[in-house]
């Protein structure tokens, strides 16, 4: 006995494999993010994901630099309101969101606040992600603009 299955079933399926994925890749929201992904890793752009429930004053910065030495943090003395030492680095992705740039202050030794730098398009995922994981944050109003903060 031989199954036959008529041609335009195995055409439509096979153009079904062939132009879903790239539809999903271009044309929703979650396809676009991971492509940057994608691209953002292919053009050496190191990943750096933190689990954030771990950060606190008991973080230094060698434990930094240990845990996170392929995104290559540069460290130096830097007077702010947040700390005396500044460590940045450029990367590609924080946490499955494509970033620009992240900072470490660090104050008496450990660590005072995170800053990340991520690409605006992907504002309302971020924000949604850490409502979802850490609850609402502390607003601080820093001039004309709103900073949103997580202890």
């Not at 079904?16 to 053009?43: K, S």
């Not at 050496?44 to 429930?53: D, S």
């Not at 850490?130 to 502390?138: M, W």
Request: with cysteine; aromatic share 10%.
């Amino acid at each position: 006995m031989t199954l036959k299955l008529p041609r335009a079933y195995t055409l439509t399926l096979a153009l079904a494999m062939v132009v879903g994925p790239f539809v999903w890749l271009v044309f929703t929201e979650d396809g676009q993010r991971r492509t940057d992904l994608a691209i953002l890793h292919l053009f050496g752009h190191p990943t750096f994901n933190v689990a954030l429930q771990g950060l606190s004053p008991a973080v230094s910065e060698a434990d930094l630099q240990a845990q996170f030495p392929q995104v290559g943090f540069q460290c130096a003395p830097q007077s702010s309101t947040l700390g005396d030492r500044l460590c940045a680095a450029r990367i590609g992705a924080f946490n499955g969101v494509p970033a620009r740039l992240a900072r470490a202050f660090f104050a008496d030794g450990g660590l005072a606040a995170l800053r990340l730098d991520y690409r605006p398009r992907y504002h309302d995922f971020l924000i949604h992600t850490l409502y979802a994981s850490h609850g609402p944050p502390n607003r601080q109003a820093d001039g004309p603009e709103v900073l949103l903060g997580w202890s």
